[in-house]
Nanobody, 115 residues
């Protein structure tokens, strides 16, 4: 069974940092591109960052220079390091793998950036 489990969310002040983790199991992790998405209340789900099987990365313009995606295939884990957080980064963040029709999703991690 495929499982993606996010952790590391929380509440931080603007300018602060958080690191999200996604623990993957049930599939050959090293053979799939992994992504982080987010969805804010009342807004569409958006792609935040991707990391390929050969560790190439891509970022949404809104987070470029502030967020870093990484992975360790030996640990079946992908991270999202979030620095210089802004209130507009507040959202539920989801780990994603393109495994089935519609993809495979984690349960989500709440990130709240507020004073």
């Amino acid at each position: 069974q495929v499982q993606l489990v996010e952790s590391g969310g929380g509440l931080v002040q603007p300018g602060g940092s958080l690191r999200l983790s996604c623990a993957a199991s049930g599939f050959r992790f090293s053979m799939y591109e992994m992504s982080w998405y987010r969805q804010a209340p009342g807004k569409e789900r958006e792609l935040v960052a991707t990391i390929s099987t050969n560790i190439r990365t891509n970022y949404a313009d809104s987070v470029k220079g502030r967020f870093t995606i990484s992975r360790d295939n030996a640990k079946n884990t992908v991270w999202l390091q979030m620095d210089s957080l802004k209130p507009e980064d507040t959202a539920v963040y989801y780990c994603y793998a393109p495994l089935t029709l519609g993809g495979s999703w984690g349960q989500g991690a709440q990130v709240t950036v507020s004073s």
